[in-house]
C-alpha cells in the first residue's frame, strides 16, 4: 500500500497560481513515478502530468503544457504540481496517483491513489 495525501486545492480567481502537493504516509515515494489526474464535474477523470521515480522524466497533456510544472522532492517525500495562469476549465477534483518506476500517462496503470483536492477556478 502507498497511502497518498493530496492538499493545497482551493478556490482562486483566473490568471493565479496554485501549488497542489502530494505526500506518502508511512511509505517512501522515491522508487514510485506519480501522475496526477483530475476529474470535472460532468466529465471522465483526464490525464494531467507525470514523473518518473528518478525525476528524470516529465510529460504533460496538451492543456496544460507551459502553464503547470510537475516536481518532487524525494527528500521530503512530495511531488507537486505547480500551477499558473489557472482557467476556469482547470477546475476539477485533483488526485494524484503511483505505480512503480516508470511514468505514464494511462490511468489505469497506477495502482495506489489519493482522495483528491477541489480546485475552483473563478472567472
Known amino acids: 500500500q502507498v497511502p497518498l495525501v493530496e492538499s493545497g486545492g482551493g478556490l482562486v480567481q483566473t490568471g493565479d497560481s496554485l501549488r497542489l502537493s502530494c505526500a506518502a504516509s508511512?511509505?517512501?515515494?522515491?522508487?514510485?513515478?506519480v501522475g496526477w489526474f483530475r476529474q470535472a464535474p460532468g466529465k471522465e477523470r483526464e490525464f494531467v502530468a507525470a514523473?518518473?521515480?528518478?525525476?528524470?522524466?516529465?510529460h504533460y497533456a496538451d492543456s496544460v503544457k507551459g502553464r503547470f510544472t510537475i516536481s518532487r522532492d524525494n527528500a521530503k517525500n512530495t511531488v507537486y504540481l505547480q500551477m499558473n495562469s489557472l482557467k476556469p476549465e482547470d477546475t476539477a477534483v485533483y488526485y494524484c496517483?503511483?505505480?512503480?518506476?516508470?511514468?505514464?500517462?494511462?490511468?489505469?496503470?497506477?495502482?495506489?491513489w489519493g482522495q483528491g483536492t477541489q480546485v475552483t477556478v473563478s472567472s
Open positions: 514523473i518518473r521515480w528518478s525525476g528524470g522524466s516529465t
Open positions: 508511512g511509505r517512501t515515494l522515491s522508487t514510485y513515478a
Open positions: 496517483a503511483a505505480r512503480s518506476w516508470m511514468d505514464s500517462g494511462s490511468e489505469s496503470e497506477y495502482g495506489y
